[in-house]
């Protein structure tokens, strides 16, 4: 009996010491490809776990079952929240007659009318509020502009709207948002959208978002500041990422150039591990071995942030040289010991029968 529970012990001891695996299977913090992959939890992880709960806290926001309202009192909804949501203009011109606020922050969501119906892609209501003259340019409890909201949430025909009626779209938000010192450009959520805003004469080419608070960003947790159109479409795993580079290519906006932050976008896609994205660049006719501002080249990106399979793509399928220095991180960063041989030794035999 004391055998048997020394051998259990020493199984729970095993399950206890094998690495945490994530969603898809793998170890947490290895590569994902695709909007389905695992999150890295390294401090120096990429941004975009951040981004999708920002997301998800967005969308509770539409629903007065969500989260967000229900911190709101169960006997006093919101009414004006309510009408704008039912696209309700003759009941919001009411609520406005009787003294309500259109530009008061909701409780418990911090959205405002103007954000909630560019959210929602309402432009009768937008018409309504804008009868208001009120200021389309003003951000909400969040820190969050109109634009900014439409942009992120794909509703391009809110992005002409409010182009139409004067709002700045490049306007950035303000520093209490999740993502302070971005605007609608870089927060683009698809080709629309960017087409949207090259309509409205917005300059995708040399936008660059820049920091609130001087020249450090307010919250280095996420790098708010210094981001391009193009390293964000391709560093933040947006699902219509490969159409968007497409699109900006064919505007001539250049796919190899550095943002603010010295990253190119095939750097911000390797961070990431997006191989979508990586093998999208590549078809752009964008050179992976060329280092970023800050000497990273993509395969030195992905693997400071221990995307392995992203590592083999660059080498097996785009055949990126292994450096002693992509040799030596190699061994460092990889997971598990049976992935620490040499770079060389995994890679692919030709295809032609020659000597690997």
Not at 185 to 212: F, I, M, Y
Not at 266 to 277: E, M, N, P, R, Y
Request: overall charge negative.
């Amino acid at each position: 009996a004391e055998k048997r529970k020394a051998g259990a012990d020493g199984n729970a001891g095993a399950a206890g010491g094998r690495t945490k695996r994530g969603r898809g299977g793998k170890a947490a913090g290895g590569d994902h490809a695709g909007s389905d992959g695992d999150v890295t939890d390294e401090e120096d992880g990429p941004p975009r776990s951040v981004y999708h709960r920002w997301r998800q806290q967005q969308d509770d926001t539409l629903h007065m079952d969500s989260v967000a309202a229900q911190d709101m009192e169960a006997d006093k909804p919101d009414a004006l929240y309510q009408a704008v949501c039912a696209n309700d203009t003759d009941q919001l011109q009411a609520l406005v007659d009787d003294g309500a606020d259109p530009l008061r922050p909701f409780d418990g969501s911090g959205a405002t009318a103007l954000t909630t119906a560019a959210q929602l892609g309402y432009t009768d209501v937008l018409d309504k509020l804008a009868g208001l003259e009120i200021d389309l340019d003003e951000p909400d409890g969040r820190g969050w502009t109109a634009a900014a909201t439409a942009s992120s949430f794909g509703q391009p025909q809110v992005l002409r709207w409010l182009g139409q009626n004067g709002a700045n779209l490049c306007k950035p938000n303000g520093p209490g948002s999740a993502l302070p010192g971005w605007s609608a450009p870089t927060l683009a959520a698809s080709e629309a959208v960017l087409q949207a805003l090259l309509d409205a004469g917005v300059d995708l080419a040399s936008h660059v978002d820049q920091a609130v608070d001087g020249d450090e960003p307010v919250n280095p947790a996420i790098e708010p500041s210094g981001w391009s159109v193009a390293t964000a479409a391709a560093g933040w795993e947006r699902r219509d990422a490969n159409a968007m580079l497409a699109f900006l290519k064919g505007q001539g906006v250049p796919l190899d150039c550095q943002d603010n932050r010295r990253w190119t976008p095939a750097t911000a896609a390797a961070k990431i591990g997006d191989q979508g994205v990586l093998k999208q660049l590549k078809q752009l006719d964008v050179d992976m071995s060329t280092a970023d501002g800050n000497g990273r080249t993509p395969i030195t990106a992905a693997l400071e942030t221990g995307q392995n399979l992203t590592v083999q793509l660059l080498v097996n399928e785009f055949g990126v040289q292994c450096t002693r220095r992509v040799e030596d991180m190699w061994k460092r960063k990889a997971l598990h010991k049976s992935q620490r041989l040499p770079l060389c030794c995994r890679m692919r035999p030709p295809s032609n029968g020659a000597p690997a």
